[in-house]
């Protein structure tokens, strides 16, 4: 079982959707969850984190993390075209450098 | 630079010939990654580097891969005697350790690895 799972999809919606991500784990010791956008042919940029429990707004985007389920989502508020891309959740453990554990990632298609 | 530099953008090599891939990690930047991403998979850590310390290498998936970071800046990734399941997208990553402690990576474009 991976440490981290997440339906590759694809995941296609009409433009103004709004979009659920999800991702569920196993380790209870991650502190620290990430959200990444990967447009194709281009390396993963960071769209929010979240440490520990709650959530985070920015602007569109909406990130929750549910601890005692093990279970993190990414929501899309008025999807846009610009927004088709693969998502990808990542999660460490808390201090220092660690390393990021990253889930398989969701292709998502918004269409006109 | 402004961003992480990955060279060659793309690679075609044969079966059992050996491969370098160099990343420049943003300036200033102390910790480095590489990730590698197979087709429809997820981000698979390799190796990182984190100022002078010993790098965590538990990633790598053979003995045939190896990497150095000479002078806390660049980086090589070398895979000797390359298979084709080595065929991937070799992904480079730095970070500032900032942000509040959630350590964000910046990535680089990539190196896309076909072995034939």
């Known amino acids: 079982q991976k440490e981290v799972e997440q339906d590759p999809g694809p995941l296609s919606v009409p433009e103004g959707a709004i979009v659920s991500l999800n991702c569920t784990y196993s380790n209870s010791a991650f502190q620290y969850f990430m959200w990444y956008r990967q447009y194709s042919r281009k390396g993963p940029e960071l769209l929010m984190y979240?440490?520990?429990?709650g959530n985070k707004e920015d602007g569109r985007f909406t990130a929750q993390v549910d601890k005692s389920s093990k279970y993190i989502s990414l929501f899309i508020r008025d999807s846009q075209p610009s927004d088709s891309a693969t998502y990808l959740c990542a999660m460490r453990l808390s201090g220092g450098y660690n390393k990021l554990i990253f889930g398989a990632g969701t292709r998502l298609a918004v269409h006109p | 630079g402004a961003g992480v530099s990955q060279s060659p953008s793309n690679k075609v090599t044969e079966k059992g010939k050996d491969v370098e891939l160099r990343c420049d990690p943003i300036?200033?930047?102390?910790?480095l990654y590489w990730y590698r991403q197979s087709l429809g998979q997820g981000l698979e850590f390799l190796i990182y580097f984190q100022g002078n310390s010993a790098p965590d290498k538990s990633g790598l998936p053979s003995d045939r891969f190896s990497a150095e970071r000479t002078g806390g800046s660049v980086s090589t990734l070398t895979i000797q005697r390359t298979q084709q399941e080595d065929s991937a997208v070799y992904l480079c990553?730095?970070?500032?350790?900032?942000?509040?402690?959630?350590?964000?990576?910046?990535f680089g474009a990539g190196s896309r690895l076909t072995v034939l």
């Open positions: 990553a730095s970070s500032s350790g900032q942000n509040g402690g959630a350590n964000v990576l910046t």
């Open positions: 979240t440490y520990s429990s």
């Open positions: 300036s200033g930047h102390t910790a």
